[in-house]
């Protein structure tokens, strides 16, 4: 019998590694495949869509907000993987009457490594995790090293519209802008702030807006309408796995970021 504790404090106690696993998080089913648990893997949500092929090969149980907790069932899966931000507590505590449910929390790079390392624990892939946390190391000094020295500038990073919302403190985006050097105006407090296009100005006069690729598919249009009120900003369109998703897809960030970079 072995104990571990996860993200949010909760203990699991577990005779032997678990063996069927489903996966409610887009990243952390990326991550469970590039620790070698693809054959572990019995159910991913539609959002999974890395890598691509788990789609057709795995079973669909929903979405992150919304589940089918028969298909859950019929699975007989050992564990289920969550996430404090992209599950709601409501699923988490339905689907605890199925079997174990592990919960992360994701806010800085540092939970990111504790995660890895936590996934090399409890499914028996330590060296798998600890290679993947030697290469997220050796590339976060690499970028510190990069970034070091470039200009702060202002951001507002868009992740919805109608209504419009942006990044605000505390999430994973404002860490990953943060470690871009890039100085978020809407880190006050708030998480993802509902904002007015009309007073984004007065809230801080960003030097560049970010359109994200996700939750909410900014388009050309989207960009014109946002650009009516921030005058001087440059608008950028970015993909927002590189700032949303962590786990190993992190590693893919770090080079996506340099050629942001050299485009602002």
Not at 32 to 43: A, H, I, K, R
Not at 156 to 182: D, H, Q, R
Not at 207 to 221: G, M, N, Q, R, Y
Not at 233 to 254: I, N, P, Q
Request: glycine share 4%; charged share 30%; hydrophobic share 35%.
């Amino acid at each position: 019998m072995k104990t571990y504790i996860d993200q949010l404090g909760f203990s699991h106690t577990f005779e032997t590694s678990p063996k069927r696993i489903i996966s409610l998080v887009p990243s952390q089913t990326e991550l469970l495949y590039d620790l070698g648990l693809e054959e572990n893997l019995v159910g991913i949500t539609k959002f999974c869509v890395h890598p691509y092929h788990l789609k057709s090969t795995k079973k669909i149980v929903g979405g992150t907000k919304k589940v089918n907790y028969d298909k859950i069932r019929d699975l007989n899966p050992d564990i289920i993987i969550c996430n404090k931000e992209e599950n709601t507590l409501e699923i988490v505590e339905e689907l605890r009457k199925i079997c174990p449910v592990w919960i992360t929390n994701i806010i800085t790079i540092e939970d990111n490594f504790q995660m890895i390392s936590d996934f090399g624990q409890l499914f028996n892939c330590r060296t798998e995790s600890q290679k993947i946390n030697d290469k997220l190391d050796f590339a976060l000094t690499e970028f510190k090293k990069f970034v070091k020295g470039k200009p702060a500038q202002k951001v507002t990073y868009f992740i919805w519209k109608n209504p419009y919302m942006v990044a605000g403190s505390a999430n994973f985006i404002n860490e990953l802008l943060k470690l871009n050097n890039f100085e978020n105006i809407y880190d006050k407090g708030e998480r993802y702030p509902e904002i007015e296009l009309k007073k984004i100005r007065l809230d801080g006069d960003p030097d560049l807006v970010f359109l994200s690729s996700e939750p909410f598919p900014f388009k050309e249009e989207d960009a014109f309408e946002i650009g009516r009120f921030t005058h001087h900003a440059k608008t950028v369109f970015v993909d927002g796995e590189m700032f949303s998703w962590y786990g190993s897809r992190l590693l893919k960030a770090f080079e996506y970021f340099k050629i942001l970079h050299s485009k602002i």
